[in-house]
């Protein structure tokens, strides 16, 4: 699928509540999305992505908040540690913002595009994006995280979401 233009997956379309399969065996083709999701996370302003939202179903989640590139495979939290909480919005969900709180501090063990292992400790906004990311391979979104009253807020754009993610099934 080189060349194609991906679409962002937006909430009413089942595969951001599925959850991610873990890949087996790291092969062109995963290079290959993850490169492409890296371009439709810079193309959308985002600091993260997760193949889910771009309709893959694999444990595949790219990550840069400006301090470098991540591309990880089959991504797992070992260990949390304090709390943090901040404002979180999230491409397949837009025009929503919801306040989550998140360990303040991961150690993620993953593996990179050339099947290394990798060993990340994060910290603040590294951290929450990687808990972000993480919680799509799991069909965990933000909107989970919502109070009682932010849910009556957002009731209204959510409903407007996924009607449109219904009317356009079909993407051409
Ligand atoms: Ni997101």
Excluded at 35 to 56: D, H, K, V
Excluded at 65 to 72: A, D, H
Excluded at 116 to 128: S, T, W
Excluded at 139 to 159: C, N, P, Q, T, V
Aim: proline share 3%; aromatic share 4%.
């Amino acid at each position: 699928m080189p060349g194609t233009k991906l679409k962002i997956r937006v909430f009413g379309d089942p595969v951001l509540r599925k959850k991610a399969r873990p890949v087996s065996r790291i092969t062109g083709e995963h290079r290959e999305i993850l490169s492409q999701m890296s371009g439709s996370m810079y193309e959308g302003g985002g600091i993260g992505l997760a193949a889910p939202q771009i309709g893959i179903s694999a444990q595949l989640i790219v990550v840069d908040i400006g301090e470098g590139l991540y591309k990880l495979i089959n991504p797992k939290i070992v260990k949390k540690l304090g709390s943090q909480a901040i404002q979180e919005g999230c491409l397949s969900v837009p025009g929503v913002c919801i306040k989550v709180k998140r360990a303040r501090q991961v150690w993620v063990e993953a593996k990179d595009e050339n099947n290394n292992l990798v060993n990340i400790h994060a910290r603040d906004l590294f951290a929450c994006v990687l808990q972000h990311e993480i919680d799509h391979l799991k069909g965990k979104l933000i909107i989970d995280y919502a109070s009682f009253l932010e849910k009556l807020r957002i009731k209204r754009k959510l409903a407007a979401l996924k009607t449109t993610a219904k009317a356009c099934k079909l993407q051409l």
